[in-house]
């Protein structure tokens, strides 16, 4: 792990393989370990950068309130702090906190995950749809009832250019529940969009 002054805050970050820089940010309340079951996979065609958000793992907390705004900035400042212009990013936005913690990672901080939290629910994501301009995945579990596909309408309406996978046999979290097929669809999505 290294640590980077990004901007007003120091960020804990982690580099794996070689190609077309990757940046893996975590889910809400999630550290950069959320991703151990990808970087294996991926770093064999990109090089992965995995982060662990304000207030998460070992990066710095500011103990105030922040934004959405606040999360992309700080990983944009990473990235220009480590030298990297433009990469491919993931984001499971839709995991549920809870199945990091069964999992034995050290939890975040109360304080910490509630301005976390709290920038999330102020976030007006559907607002910001028609600005994502880059080839996305748009990936669902048939089974999740809490982020079902009713929602995937409105996503790939929104979203140019996207591409929707729906993992026929998963729940909320395609992630961890299926693996090797999670790696193949995303890492064969990424790889289409490289260059």
């Known amino acids: ?27 809400l309340a999630a550290d950069h370990a959320c ?13 992965c950068i995995s982060i662990d958000l304000r207030g998460t793992g070992e990066s710095e907390d500011q103990a105030r309130a922040y934004t959405t705004q606040d999360l992309a900035d700080d990983v944009a400042a990473l990235m220009q702090a480590i030298g990297i212009d433009k990469a491919h990013v993931q984001k499971p936005d839709y995991i549920e906190a809870l199945s ?8 975040q901080r109360v304080d910490a995950f509630i301005r976390q ?17 880059a080839p996305t ?8 009832a809490i982020t079902s596909t009713r ?12 591409q929707l996978h729906v993992f026929d046999d998963c729940s909320h979290a395609p992630i961890y529940e299926n693996v090797a097929v999670f790696n193949a669809t995303t890492l064969a999505f990424l790889r289409g969009n490289a260059d």
């Open 35 to 47: 991703y151990a079951f990808q970087v294996a996979d991926y770093a064999k065609h990109f090089t």
């Open 117 to 133: 939290s709290d920038a999330v629910i102020a976030h007006d994501v559907e607002a910001q749809l028609a600005r994502i301009v």
């Open 1 to 27: 792990m290294a640590e980077v002054q990004a901007g007003s805050i120091v960020l804990n970050y982690e580099r794996q393989g070689s190609g077309e820089p990757l940046v893996l940010i975590p889910y």
């Open 137 to 144: 995945q748009i990936t669902f579990g048939r089974h999740d």
């Open 151 to 162: 929602f995937a309408e409105r996503l790939t309406n929104g979203i140019a250019h996207s």
């Open 100 to 107: 990091d913690f069964v999992r034995g990672r050290p939890a």
